[in-house]
């Protein structure tokens, strides 16, 4: 088997890549001290995270001097994400690192003024504006049409001519009104702020192309889409609740605000099996899976191995990304008498294939002893740890929250909203609580003081699910979503209540939401991932197209 070297400076979770790649057919060799590099015959930098992060470690660990000398020799180069941007003459993440120098510029920080930062999404990576508009092949097969998944905070921005008089072909997205560079490439050399590895098969296409050495490639048929061209998509996200029913199945279920047992006979409500839906979900064209592990505050993780199986079979062959969330937290474990860090927890789910964690109740403890200790940050919370040694991007923070109503808003000290859906004594205002234990516990803390503080301890998405709405097919509950997107920079994932294609085309065009999530109607069989993402594009909202 054809062999490529990947190599390991504890940049991250890179799980995926590694099955991206066993995917096509190669074997991965780890480089696992400088002296490998100058052996290596096809060398893979991969990175997710903090730039400065990262390459400190990739400077202290002496991987610098060595890894200019491989590009220089003219043998095959890819980086990927951070691994892009170690190319380049530093990063204003920080500047106290320098990167490589092998290509001229620097990373800026997005502007969040009008977009949320993190860019999380599918978007594109085209050479329209770089190259000639008649060529019939393209870098690596890049696709006009075709998007791939990115999640980063800093780019390099795009200046027309300025990479390419040194030779560079360049690739390029369009996040607001920014351009960046999405790829560049040159002689030996690939580089991709996008993961191949979770862009389905458009990005499975590029990672071929570059193991077998194939710098232009023709250009992949067009899907005539034209709304494709450039910019991030809307981001449909399926998401499987997870638990053991009565049998000691592990099955995918789903409940009515939370409650997944049957009104019949009590049992377990049971939808399928956890690795062939998320299949199907990424057939269907689902930019993202997500399962939560809806029972794993009664557990302890570390025992909690069908859900590391889950992940392991899944990320083998679902090229999207993959959240994992319930249970993240500091853990007792009874077999080694030892209380496991969360993030020792979250290493566990990454190894597995998880790309991201999504956090809950342990979000709202943090968030309280947070506003109890005056806003002080202790590093030591999860989503600090986590954050800190992963990137924000793979933090995400799952908010349970349920309406409070009341008749004014001098009654509480919480965020209210004047509501269009008074409560049951003709309330026009409410406020929405946190809940833990996935929703069996109500707090003293509302949605926005959550996000506000999560946001401040490093988490880099939101998860914004809402009990009242759950299992309704009513729709998503729009006035919390735009309190909560008025309240964070980060991406908001809009759920709870989907039951419609007209649902998800309602939440992208009333609110500013970054991306929708569904779980019933998708489960049920009423509707395909395919049919939402149809229905939407036929309204002129702009979704990436699932490609064979
Ligand atoms: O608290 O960190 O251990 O995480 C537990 C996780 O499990 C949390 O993310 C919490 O939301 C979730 N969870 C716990 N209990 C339940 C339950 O249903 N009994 N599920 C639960 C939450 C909500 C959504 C659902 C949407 C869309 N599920 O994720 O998928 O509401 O549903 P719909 O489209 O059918 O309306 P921790």
Redesign the pocket.
Known sequence: MAKVQLLDYAAGNIRSLVNAIEKLGWEVEWIESPSDVAKAEKLILPGVGHFGHCLSQFANAGYVEPVKAYIESGKPFMGICVGLQALFDGSDENTSVPGLGVIKGRLERFSDADKSVPHIGWNSANTSSTEDSSATDSIYGLGPDSKYYYVHSYAVPYRKGELEKDGWSVATARYGEEEFIGAVAKNNVLATQFHPEKSGAAGLRVLKAFLEGKSRQPLPSSTADALAKSGLTRRIIA?L?VRTNDQGDLVVT??DQ?D?REKSDNAVRNLGKPVEKAQQYYEQGADEVTF?N?T??RETPLKDLPMLEVLRQTSATVFVPLTI?????DTYDPATKRTVPALEVATLYFKSGADKV?????AVTAAEQYYASNKTLTGKSAIETISEAYGAQAVVV?V?PKRVYVASQDSTTHHTISTAFPGPNGEQYCWYACT????RETRDLDAVQLVTAVEAMGAGEILL?CID????NSGFDLELVRMVKAAVRIPVIA????GNADHFAEIFEQTNVDAA?????FHRGEWTVKQVKEQLRQQGLMVRSFEE
């Open positions: 998401c609740d789903k409940g939370y997944v939560l809806i794993s505050f969330g319930g249970g993240i937290r999504s956090i809950g109740s342990d799952s349970d833990i234990k996935g929703g699910n709405k759950d299992g309704t759920s709870s209540g989907a999530l569904g779980a019933g109607m």
